[in-house]
């Protein structure tokens, strides 16, 4: 099974910036590429996508709440893993959220749907203060 585990989040005033990574390992040797995903979830609400990228042609796709401000990258130098990035600037207190990485193997589409996704991180708190 896929493990996945992010860092990088913390506390900024709103208008600043955070970069999370996420590396997600032991992709299945049948599977080339993965498809990788932020999500976030507040309390008392639903967790929503945030952001997705296929390693395989880095095909990215955007919720429209991030778009502009938020930006999904990776790193494939090294191919045993697949590691993403999420630079988040221009922070809003809306984006207060704990943050997850999902990842899949294969390409799943660019739906933000979390149903999409089998292997999960622990994930991370972002905080953004106004």
Do not use: H
């Not at 507040?42 to 930006?71: H, L, M, N, W």
């Not at 130098?77 to 600037?89: E, G, S």
Request: hydrophobic content about 30%.
């Amino acid at each position: 099974r896929v493990q996945v585990e992010e860092t990088g989040g913390g506390s900024v005033q709103a208008g600043g910036s955070l970069r999370l990574s996420c590396v997600a390992s032991g992709r299945p040797f049948t599977y080339s590429t993965m498809s990788l995903a932020w999500f976030r979830q507040a309390p008392g609400k639903e967790r929503e996508g945030v952001a997705s990228i296929y390693s395989g042609d880095g095909k990215t796709s955007y919720a429209d709440s991030v778009k502009g401000r938020f930006t999904i990258s990776q790193d494939n130098t090294d191919n045993t893993v697949n590691t993403v990035y999420l630079q988040m600037d221009s922070l809003k207190p809306e984006d207060t959220a704990m943050y997850y990485c999902a990842a899949e193997p294969g390409y799943v589409g660019g739906a933000l749907r979390t149903s999409l996704y089998r292997s999960w991180g622990q994930g991370t708190q972002v905080t953004v203060s106004s």
